[in-house]
């Protein structure tokens, strides 16, 4: 999943047009490279947070901390890449990627369980999941749907081989089905969301009030 996602991100992020990449308010408030920057520098986080965990160790002081608000910490990472170049930032990218799979590698199963505290450690909740949050704006800045609905396909075939936990690969194909039903693809929102409700069935309470799903209307319906 994380090498179809630095294939995506490489590919959406390479369709930017120089004038626009480093342009405020491009993106809600931020740029192309902001966008990028944090994608990146999340993924970093989380491999080092994997190997502090793998090793017993701390994390960094450095990084943003569990309990820190995550508004807080958007910004501190925003403002520490502020002032890199967009070549600078796409190196970083990268290099989060492979720091990230070589985290995971490097780890047991215990380390990668589905924690009680709900976190997935490298599997999605910075990694996959959270480009799936964000690349969709990029797609639809340069008109790269079809890029973006080829990775979302290939996630979806490795979800369904059924090697992630249950609640983890209905958390990811929830979040596709939402980007896919923001972009009008409603079929395969309604696909993707039967099956993250046969992963999570709490995910289905979650679907009624979610405006992300607001296109299919009243077709969802609260469980019993």
Not at 82 to 97: C, G, K, M, Q, Y
Not at 134 to 160: K, Q, S, W
Not at 169 to 177: D, E, F, M, R
């Amino acid at each position: 999943m994380l090498g179809a996602m630095r294939d995506a991100e490489r590919d959406l992020f390479a369709m930017v047009p120089h004038a626009t990449r480093e342009t405020p308010g491009t993106i809600g408030d931020w740029s192309p490279k902001d966008v990028l920057a944090h994608l990146g520098a999340w993924r970093a986080v989380e491999a080092r947070r994997l190997e502090a965990r793998a090793s017993a160790d701390r994390p960094s002081p450095d990084d943003p901390s569990l309990d820190e608000p995550i508004d807080e910490s958007n910004a501190k990472l925003q403002a520490r890449d502020r002032d890199l170049s967009w070549e600078a930032v796409v190196v970083a990218a990268n290099a989060s990627v492979d720091a990230l799979i070589m985290a995971v590698d490097r780890s047991s199963t215990d380390v990668l369980c589905e924690c009680d505290d709900g976190s997935v450690a490298g599997i999605g909740v910075n990694g996959v999941n959270h480009a799936v949050g964000h690349l969709p704006e990029i797609a639809d800045l340069v008109a790269g749907g079809v890029r973006f609905d080829a990775f979302a396909r290939e996630i979806e075939a490795v979800l369904r081989a059924g090697h992630v936990p249950p609640r983890d690969s209905g958390t990811i194909l929830y979040n596709i089905a939402c980007a896919q039903a923001l972009s009008g693809a409603l079929d395969d929102a309604r696909r993707l969301l039967g099956a993250a409700f046969a992963r999570r069935h709490d995910l289905a309470d979650l679907a009624t009030h979610d405006p992300d799903l607001a296109a299919l209307g009243g077709e969802l319906s609260s469980p019993a």
